[in-house]
């Protein structure tokens, strides 16, 4: 299982930015998706969940109305278009199933600064 996550950079407050996470070795529409983010010091948080049919999505009360959680099963790709981002966004972002037996990926940074 490998996940690849890609489109962070950096941004000044108020801008968007659009991630991906391209994923290989299993069977992506049998699953539940989730982004996560780490600032440096601090555990992973979760940041938005999508379901694997693409229908049902969740997200942290710190990203909701700012950021959109998609995905697509004929690409085995997830997506995190994120917008008014702000300086507390500045973290390492990773995509992941949620088996525990699966290696992180290498993550994408977001940098939210003026």
């Known amino acids: 299982v490998q996940y690849v996550e890609s489109g962070g950079g950096l941004v000044q407050p108020g801008g968007s930015l659009r991630l991906s996470c391209a994923t290989f070795g299993f069977t992506f529409r049998n699953y539940a998706m989730t982004w996560y983010r780490q600032a440096p010091g601090k555990e992973h948080d979760l940041v938005a969940s999508i379901d694997h049919g693409g229908g049902g999505t969740e997200y942290a009360d710190s990203v909701k109305g700012r950021f959109i959680i998609s995905r697509d099963n004929d690409k085995n790709t997830m997506y995190l278009q994120m917008n008014s981002l702000k300086p507390e966004d500045t973290a390492k972002y990773y995509c992941?199933?949620?088996?525990?037996?699966?290696?992180w990926g290498q993550g994408t940074l977001v940098t939210v600064a003026a």
């Open positions: 992941h199933r949620g088996d525990y037996s699966d290696n």
